[in-house]
T-cell receptor
């Protein structure tokens, strides 16, 4: 299995632009998570889907952030408009079920100038 | 709010000695605890876990201890090896609740040859 696949690996954009991060979870996994890693706050949970349905989005910083999971094999995290403080590494992870560990992708490093 | 706390941002240990990484949590609903290891430019990878019905789980050189009354867990690595140098994240979830997994800020372990 290829594992969790995230794209792009790196994204550099200017303030005000729309950014879309993509994730393909491991086939058969029922849960998908988006995390953000920063030096100050470590790994923050942004949103969590179970069977394609958002369960907890309380970690989404503000209305500029949105996430979708149109089917079991694809999810997006969108930031519109982006700001310099959004610069971070964004990780997607999936798990088989609630009793299993998370499997992480290699992350997308976002830089907003 | 930081429900999972790793108060030591870094730890340095001599090769062959024991590494002890600590983690505290505040949410009494957490019933599943995990440690993840992260190398630069990669996503975190699962290392070891423990359910709240146990107080110890061992896997080779890695042992996780859970003290529910103190809401504290620790990861012991013995003997430590230079390849263990990485950032270690503590994580917790409430599997009978909504199962979103919360992470600590991480501890950077350096094992010196």
């Amino acid at each position: 299995d290829a594992g969790v696949i995230q794209s792009p690996r790196h994204e550099v954009t200017e303030m005000g632009q729309e950014v879309t991060l993509r994730c393909k979870p491991i086939s058969g996994h029922n849960s998908l998570f988006w995390y953000r890693q920063t030096m100050m706050r470590g790994l923050e949970l942004l949103i969590y889907f179970n069977n394609n349905v958002p369960i907890d989005d309380s970690g989404m910083p503000e209305d500029r952030f949105s996430a979708k999971m149109p089917n079991a094999s694809f999810s997006t995290l969108k930031i519109q408009p982006s700001e310099p403080r959004d610069s971070a590494v964004y990780f997607c992870a999936s798990s088989l079920d609630r009793y299993s560990p998370l499997h992480f992708g290699n992350g997308t490093r976002l830089t907003v100038t | 709010d930081q429900q999972v706390k790793q108060n030591s941002p870094s730890l340095s240990v001599q090769e062959g000695r024991i590494s002890i990484l600590n983690c505290d949590y505040t949410n009494s609903m957490f019933d599943y605890f995990l440690w993840y290891k992260k190398y630069p430019a990669e996503g975190p990878t699962f290392l070891i876990s423990i359910s709240s019905i146990k107080d110890k789980n061992e896997d080779g050189r890695f042992t996780v201890f859970l003290n529910k009354s103190a809401k504290h867990l620790s990861l012991h690595i013995v003997p430590s090896q230079p390849g263990d140098s990485a950032v270690y994240f503590c994580a917790a979830s409430a599997r009978n609740n909504n199962n979103d997994m919360r992470f600590g800020a991480g501890t950077r372990l350096t094992v010196k040859p």
